[in-house]
């Protein structure tokens, strides 16, 4: 039986895991994630959880599938984690009242054989009209600083998600479904427990 690595310090990641009754280790991966470069969005996501997936494989020396996801909010071009309460601002500001896009890159990877299989998911969210005093009162809960888009759907933020039309884990950080058809390319069926 293979081990199964998370390559992601995501407690939301981690989280969603732990639900389906996955068994698996943590082992962040330290790619660099600033160098976008001339990317699309969806092709970023996907080339930056293979290089994670990729960096973890490289690093372990155990029978592993490592899984490595990246999440980004595209309104007007790339939206990451905000660096600071007025960026978290900024961003809010750009998304209220609006549909944007959040994509998933997911890429899972055999450590031995370094075979792996990539792919992303979209999922479109449409974010409640709010104040500045709104938005000032959301950050002030802390709760946008470590997320992309500056806001958690699985948190405070539901109050400020008018809709979504997709894949609702997507938006939290890991397509669940898009997982485990991923997972079955290398034996492992989620949903009935099987790991090969």
């Known amino acids: 039986m293979k081990d ?68 980004i909010v595209v309104k007007d071009g790339i939206l990451g984690k905000p660096s600071d309460e007025n960026e978290a601002f900024e961003m809010l500001k750009v998304l209220q009242g609006q549909w944007h896009e959040v994509i998933t890159g997911v890429s899972v990877i055999d450590s031995g054989s370094k075979k792996g299989i990539t792919d992303y998911e979209k999922t479109l969210v449409k974010m409640t009209s709010l104040s500045d005093m709104e938005i000032k009162a959301y950050i002030k809960s802390g709760e946008p600083m470590d997320k992309a888009g500056s806001y958690g759907i699985q948190g405070l933020g539901a109050m400020i998600v008018e809709r979504i039309e997709g894949c609702y884990f997507n938006v939290v950080g890991l397509p669940l479904n898009k997982l485990n058809v991923m997972m079955r390319s290398f034996g492992v069926n989620l949903l009935m427990g099987e790991i090969g």
Request: aromatic share 2%; no cysteine; hydrophobic share 45%.
């Open 4 to 71: 199964i690595i998370l390559a992601s310090a995501s407690p939301r990641r981690s989280e969603l895991l732990k639900r389906i009754g996955l068994e698996f280790k943590i082992i962040p991966s330290d790619i660099d994630e600033a160098n976008i470069g001339n990317l699309e969005p969806a092709s970023y996501t996907v080339d930056l959880a293979r290089k994670k997936a990729l960096d973890i494989a490289n690093k372990t020396n155990i029978s592993s599938l490592i899984i490595a996801a990246d999440t």
